[in-house]
């Protein structure tokens, strides 16, 4: 009995601070113009790309990060993963390559860029080795 309330109390608080990642931009301004929340658009490489799976560990998957987010952001995310086992669907990929095209020409990995509700671009970072708290400091900063 013990085991099993742990199990469900472990269980619910993984679902109360879970990142809410959006995969669709039109969703995502949607969001973003109904709560006045900026949008966060992320390129990773989830299975490949060392510095995304750092700012995935280090900044995006921290309490301190996701409840700010929680708030302020609307956590849009484009993955391009490279193993067949992590390949995402046809209508999905074409999605994250629409965002590609559109905001990530030169190709970086990660790329993070600050939208506005309709999708314009307010500035661009990447992986830095910082806390939470900067990085949200850093994030915050592009948007004035």
Known sequence: MKNTI???????????FSQ???????????IALQ??????????GSDWCAPCMKLEKEIWSTDTFKKYAKEH???????????KKN???????????????????QGYFPYVVVLDANGTVLGVTGYEKTSPENYIKKLTSLIQ
């Open 73 to 83: 952001f609307v956590m849009l995310k484009a993955d391009f993963p490279r193993r």
């Open 87 to 105: 390949a995402l669907s046809k209508e999905q990929q074409e999605k994250n390559n629409a965002l590609f095209e559109k905001y990530n020409k």
């Open 35 to 44: 709560e006045n929340k900026t949008i966060v658009l992320v390129f990773q």
């Open 6 to 16: 742990l199990i469900l109390s472990l269980f619910i608080s993984t679902i109360a």
């Open 20 to 30: 809410d990642w959006i995969t669709d931009i039109n969703k995502a301004k949607e």
